[in-house]
């Protein structure tokens, strides 16, 4: 790994998340206590409606808590955070280019400064030659590379991703998972990362955050050994990743059983 | 090639329905049925079309009237876009210009005409600012919903990546709501003929209101018809004219 420059560090005590409406208040997270140390590869999963990205959303000044802290080192790096949405989010109107450097040019770059990082960030998830194609012109699997692109070309401290292959097709998702782990074992950035697939929490993160199901808690938080640099394919054959997968689901099934129990109520 | 014929013979198919009409129309005058003098047949008005060329009157109530509607179009539109999109942005704005769009857009109009006449004179300007006012309403309201329905991934996207607000109004809402901004130009177009022609009749002596008006007050049906089918050709060329800016404009709409 590249070792020098180490992503952001986050420290998130006691946060808690109440949505208050007319119809009455939903506690969508309490009693999130978390630190992800720099540089390192964080998934999230849960079941759905546990809060997972509202945390996310937190985290990316997207939303704020309703108590509790939560505090982002990321001296050194020229943006804190940049967010990966699960449909790309890519604007329609703007090329693929214009998109990739939008954070740039919001943020003053100097067009030549900005003209290269985003030449190097397409290069980086092998998007040159579609760089004047619109949005609607590319496939759901380039729409989030260019997402991808968007996010790192900012250089920030750390990545949040929000379920951003969920979309895509099965070879689609590996393929990209695989860039994905490829890209960040490079840069040495801090990655948090919601999923609601155990096995990509596995392939991808160094742990594993289980949440329960409404209000949000941690569960469980569970130390993924494999090293890296990883081969995904090899790794997801392997029997002692057939195992973690199994046990983590233990954990999980009761949550996501709680949570349409709840529905059906 | 091959899908290209096809798309010609389908667009062929579509001037079966008008040609026919026409043909009946000559053939039912020319067999005695009615009278030529109150209803004349595509040849007379085809006839007296080129007489009118010919001398140049035509082109100028043709020209009277396009100015009109081409300045009061632009003058009505682009506060409307601007207004529409603050509105969007600012619910301050909002609040203040709701209640006076709902109060005036339902007024006709052409209502306003003799306030414009005081406020104006008899000259271009009553027309033109006649025009600005009917197409203000249309485009406000379209660029007011096509901002504020720009999808919340995009609002999300912009503040994530540090956008100003200036980036948020240049970039995303003006850009997020132009579809909708050129249907309600769309409609904006037709409107601003339809408002102008009836001004042109009772407070204009040139403009193909005018001349409409003015054949039917001296009983020369054919110039009339030549008057109404002047308009149609107007609204059919000025609109394919303007597809044809939206697709350089929104090149991002998917075909």
């Known amino acids: ?265 | 090639m091959n899908a290209l014929s096809a798309k010609a013979r389908e667009r062929a198919l579509y001037l079966i329905s008008p040609v026919a009409l026409l043909l009946i129309w000559q053939v039912v005058l020319m067999l005695g049925i009615g009278d030529r003098r109150f209803i004349p047949a595509p040849t007379d008005i085809a006839v007296r079309f080129w007489s009118l060329v010919e001398n140049g009157e035509l082109f100028l109530h043709v020209g009277a009237t396009l100015w009109r509607v081409f300045a009061g179009f632009l003058a009505g539109s682009i506060p409307a876009v601007a207004v529409g999109l603050l509105m969007a942005m600012f619910k301050p704005v909002r609040i203040f210009v709701d209640p006076l769009i709902a109060a005036i857009f339902p007024i006709p109009k052409i209502a306003l005409m003799p306030l414009l006449l005081l406020a104006f004179g008899f000259g271009d300007a009553s027309k033109i600012a006649l025009v600005a006012i009917a197409v203000f309403f249309p485009v406000v309201i379209n660029t007011y919903t096509g901002a504020a329905n720009i999808e919340k991934i995009f609002w999300d996207v912009a503040r994530n990546y540090g956008a100003s607000q200036t980036v948020l109004f240049t970039r995303i809402v003006f850009f997020g709501a132009l579809p909708t901004i050129f249907a309600g130009l769309r409609i904006a177009l037709a409107v601003s003929f339809i408002v102008l022609v009836a001004a042109e009749f009772v407070a204009s002596k040139v403009g193909l209101g005018y001349m409409i008006w003015n054949s039917w007050e001296l009983l020369q049906v054919d110039i009339m018809f030549v008057g109404i089918v002047a308009i149609g050709v107007l609204g059919l060329i000025t609109s394919v004219l303007f597809q044809e800016l939206e697709r350089k404009v929104i090149p991002w709409k998917a075909e």
């Not at chain 1, 409406?21 to 590869?41: H, K, N, R, T, Y």
């Not at chain 1, 108590?67 to 949405?85: C, E, H, L």
């Not at chain 1, 703007?94 to 740039?104: D, I, K």
């Not at chain 1, 895509?168 to 697939?197: C, F, M, P």
């Open chain 1, 1 to 265: 790994m590249a070792g020098e420059r180490r992503g952001a560090a986050v420290e998130i005590a006691a946060l808690r998340k109440e949505y208050v409406s007319a119809a009455g208040s939903v506690l969508a997270l309490s009693g999130i206590d978390l630190s992800v140390s720099p540089g390192e590869f964080l998934c999230i999963v849960g079941p759905s409606g546990c809060g997972k990205s509202t945390l996310l959303r937190i985290l990316a000044g997207l939303d704020t808590q309703t108590s509790g802290t939560i505090n982002v080192d990321a001296a050194g790096w020229p943006v804190q955070n940049a967010m990966v949405f699960q449909e790309s989010g890519l604007f329609p109107w703007m090329s693929v280019e214009a998109n990739v450097g939008f954070g740039l040019m919001t943020r003053g770059v100097p067009p030549f400064e900005a003209a290269e990082r985003v030449e190097a960030a397409l290069k980086l998830v092998g998007l040159t030659k579609f760089r004047n194609h619109y949005p609607h012109q590319l496939s759901g699997g380039m729409r989030q590379r260019s997402a991808i692109a968007r996010a790192f070309v900012t250089d920030p401290g750390m990545l949040l991703m929000d379920e951003p292959f969920a979309a895509l097709d099965a070879q689609n998702r590996v393929i990209l998972q695989a860039e994905l782990v490829r890209i960040w074992e490079q840069t040495g950035k801090t990655v948090i990362y919601i999923t609601h697939s155990i096995e990509e929490a596995l392939l991808l993160g160094d742990r594993t955050v289980v949440m329960t199901a409404q209000p949000g808690r941690i569960k469980q938080i569970i130390d993924v050994p494999f090293p890296h640099p990883r081969n995904l394919m090899t790794l997801s054959a392997s029997a002692e990743f057939g195992q973690m997968k199994l046990d983590i689901w233990r954990v999980l099934e009761a949550e996501v059983m709680r949570a349409r129990a709840e529905e059906e109520k």
